[in-house]
């Protein structure tokens, strides 16, 4: 999981955030306490048995809005799932859930994953465990199909000519939203792997080799690249 903090938030922790009070609720609008959203979440998902093994959180400096991602317990073979968050109780964002096993949550907005299960506004009719129960019962459907999704990218053995086709098509034939000059990072990446597990020449290898090169980015163009590979390998 990816949680950058950097434009005029800061990272707390859990028992922080209830030392911040959300504003007074109006006709069309009912804030949610940051605290109050994360132990619902919480809650859900120990009822679905589901546990977090690594939880972070930032939030902005007039407590308004919150970012956090939380690292859940559910495997798959080399790879955990991660649940993303946001809350904003001055209308400038809709309250939103993301999981998948690569997410990025940053305080510029930015906020993608492999699937969303809840975005919705903090409107007076929104229910919030209604909202988290069928979130969470959708997001379990879609643990396994994205886990399949895996398997199927490792298994996905591809030539050395293959792949340079797929990197002269993202960077040279621009159907990918990212800068040419990372296309010889990608090459390394790919054809001089540092780790044992990407060695093998397969969709997989492939894609980590892109996000590998994206994380010398800013974040704005990173999760713009990182959302564009997902349209690219579907």
Not at 39 to 51: A, V
Not at 114 to 143: C, T, W, Y
């Amino acid at each position: 999981m990816t949680l950058m903090s950097h434009t005029g938030t800061e990272l707390v922790t859990r028992d922080q955030l209830a030392e911040i009070l959300p504003p007074e609720a109006t006709d069309t609008h009912k804030p949610i306490a940051h605290r109050f959203l994360v132990d619902s979440i919480l809650e859900s998902l120990s009822f679905r048995h589901i546990n977090v093994v690594k939880e972070q959180y930032a939030i902005s400096q007039d407590g308004m809005k919150l970012f956090g991602c939380l690292d859940l317990e559910t495997m798959g073979d080399g790879f955990r799932f991660a649940l993303g968050l946001r809350n904003a109780n001055d209308r400038s964002m809709r309250l939103g859930l993301v999981v998948g096993v690569k997410i990025l949550v940053c305080d510029n907005m930015a906020f993608s994953g492999d699937f969303e299960p809840v975005l919705a506004k903090h409107s007076k009719h929104f229910n919030l465990n209604d909202a988290l129960a069928i979130g969470m019962e959708a997001m379990q459907r879609n643990f396994k199909p994205m886990a399949d999704q895996i398997q199927n990218w490792r298994a996905a053995q591809i030539t050395d000519g293959q792949a340079k086709e797929v990197i002269y098509d993202a960077f040279i034939r621009r159907k990918l939203d990212c800068p040419k000059h990372l296309a010889s990072i990608v090459d390394e990446e790919y054809f001089e792997p540092k780790y044992e597990e990407f060695a093998p020449r397969t969709k997989y290898a492939l894609q980590n080799a892109f996000t590998s090169a994206f994380k010398l980015l800013e974040p704005v163009p990173m999760f713009k690249a990182t959302a564009s590979l997902g349209e690219f390998f579907h």
